[in-house]
């Protein structure tokens, strides 16, 4: 990995195998201190449970979590003892480093994307990466979870990754999906019927008390 980190976003997807290791990383996910001190030194955290299945189930993976987090030097953050532990505990761990393209909406009243100057040189991310965040209304839920099989199952194979991620079971959700190709992401978004309804479907019933969008540039990085 470069050693000049720049301000950038990173999104890291953690799988753990074993009970002792899945069952600490569950621990984790529900405990605040440590999440606390993160944010104190970063300009953003939070760290997301998964669903079964593609990505998309209704019942939890309680095998793979993620971090997502924007920093102007994630030097600290690699080198923290939080980090070092998770990583020592998962079997595997990717780790995406993004820079924010085009961005809107809010997450939990801020937009932590919408900061970021200009990329000096886009050519450096080869892939574009969407992360979706909504904050599903309650009343609202049981129709909003209707549709997610219909979607998620007609995934398109062209992506590199994709997957849903969330911070509360249900209610709290977000997407995150990795593209090789600028047009195989716009063919997935307005050629897939079951996703153009629920896009048509959340303004229609206002089924998000709130909501973000935000295109990255993207690149998988190496420790």
Known sequence: MRKDYEPAVYL???KFE??????????????RGWKDRLKQKLRFFKMMGTGSGNGFGIIPDFSTYTWIFTTDNATGLFESEVFREF??????????????????????????????PPLSDPEEYPWISIVTRGSIRRSMWWKFWNYVPKVSSQISEKAILSMGMGELPLIEQAIFSVWERTEDM????YGNTY?????????????YEEEM???????????
């Open 12 to 14: 890291i997807i953690f």
């Open 18 to 31: 074993g009970l002792l290791n899945k069952w600490w990383a569950f621990k984790k996910m529900g405990l």
């Open 87 to 116: 990583k020592q505990k998962s079997g595997m761990i990717r780790i995406f480093q993004m820079y924010p393209h085009k961005t809107h909406g809010l997450w939990n009243g801020i937009n932590p994307f919408s900061d970021f």
């Open 186 to 189: 716009y063919q997935w978004a």
């Open 195 to 207: 996703h153009v309804e629920v896009v048509k479907l959340t303004k229609s019933l206002g089924w």
């Open 213 to 223: 969008f935000t295109r990255f540039y993207c690149r998988e990085v190496q420790l």
